[in-house]
């Protein structure tokens, strides 16, 4: 074997557990990796002490000829939404700088308990608003793609799980958390090459995630390709008592159920979802992806969202205003930072707090979920999205009974470079116009690697299911990456 | 609607976040940029809808009114920036 970093989960699970080399092997591999990444800044505190416990608790179990978990030894980062016990948590933002959870959420606590370990907390957009990682309070997060012909300028890895896209991308990890609040998982999976799901809303629970947008917020997993997703999915999601949204259902094994075999599926193409100003070269892929899906046995057919143009406009309502409610708690007073000037009151201590602690795009976004919920506003703007969100859901209902799943472009664009869209906030916004309609509806959906475009970079395919529809996502998924034969990765410049 | 410097500053008094004036100067074309591309969604008929409530058909849960996690004051206070005899402390809010 040349370099074990190279193996993803289900390979680094099932090596270690028949012998092929140790899970101390394993982690040390990848914590070597992570230490010579730093150029890439996709992490915002390394854990290889946590890493190398898991790996010793693997081992150990081994050479006790005891039964191994699903994960043993297997080594994963954590985007740095997810509160980790003892282990500093900052959802990438200065207010929560130094703030050391006396608690562990749900998910990473179950991934813990299926023997995984953590390589550390991923930097992420701040909040996770944004969509290039450059809202970081931590630095912005540099994909490890590069355009071709000597172009070095550093490129968005995504947001705003774009520590979580990054690492896996460049191979410091074999998989990783990422959360998906309207597009944060499958957008920078897409800048990036690999693959990552949202769940359906409810699958994974929400308790110990630093909330963004509660009625949209999901966890999901990362990873290079559908089978890994399918492995971390299962160890992620199911019932949480904690969490009031989440679905007390059992969780599939979807890893087990996976086949590339499509036969009497219907897979629908929105027509809204061709959009003025798509590159050609993703116009393209669609085509590709459309005659995959064909090969692997699926009926094409096409269907129509209607309201698809008015999911970016309702999700720009709907998440800032959930956005300047949840973050109403970061006040100076239970955790985090305090800004108190000599003779200041708690009112202007509350102010300076949150002045000096969010930055530009949180304090924006809070603005504008502040402004559509004031008096006189709320119904013209809130009441009205939640119609039209309303709608959205109901076209997707509506598909639904011609078609099992769609397929779609997952992003608008390759990655741009860092800085070519930061000063236009709807320009960035609309990153996540394909990835928004399914996020307000609460749809299962995941982004698998199809292709490059001519500058070299990634481009990937959205499929989204029907509610509860891993399977179906995951297994469309699988025949796309088994016949889009996806194998470039980026040359280690870092 | 426009946002003018003024409506800024209620709002982010609203939020408790502090902004200079040059900050207000900055935000208002910004906000007004973002709000108008919002508005749109003013075109769409709604009168046949209502407003979404839960994303995913669910039930809320009732548990029994009993303590589950309680006695645990030190750990709720540690990562309080300032903590005083067990409680949270704050600048003087009643004279």
Known sequence: MSDITDLGVASLRDGIRTGKFSAREVADAFIVKVSKGKALNAFIVETPEHALAAAKAADEAIARGEPLKPLSGVPLGMKDLFATKGVQTTAASHILEGFEPVYESTVSQKLWDAGAGMLGKLNMDQFAMGSSNETSYFGNVISPWRRGGGDNAPLAPGGSSGGSSAAIAARLVPGATGTDTGGSIRQPAAFTGISGIKPTYGRCSRYGVVAFASSLDQAGPMARDVRDCAILLENMAGFDPRDSTSLQLPVPKWEEHLSGDLSGKKIGIPAEYLIDGTPTEIAKLWEAGIAWVKDAGAEVVEVSLPHTKYALPAYYIIAPAEASSNLARYDGVRYGLRELAEGQNLQEMYAATRAAGFGDEVKRRILIGTYVLSAGFYDAYYTQAQKVRALIARDFENVFSMCDLLLTPTAPSAAFALGEKSADPIAMYLNDVFTVPSSLAGLPAMSVPGGLDAGGLPLGLQIIGRPLDEQGVLNAGLAIEQRAGFAARPEAWW | ?95
């Open chain 2, 1 to 95: 609607m426009s946002v003018d410097t003024a409506t800024v500053k209620k709002v982010a008094s609203l939020a408790r976040i502090a902004i200079s004036d040059a900050d207000a100067e900055r935000l208002a074309p910004e906000l007004n940029n973002i709000l108008g591309w919002i508005e749109q969604l003013g075109e769409v008929d709604t009168s046949s809808v209502e407003p979404m409530t839960a994303v995913i058909p669910n039930v809320l849960r009732l548990r029994e009114d009993v303590v589950t996690e309680g006695n645990q004051r030190d750990a709720v206070l540690r990562n309080a920036p300032q903590g005083e005899h067990g409680f949270f402390t704050v600048p003087k809010v009643v004279e």
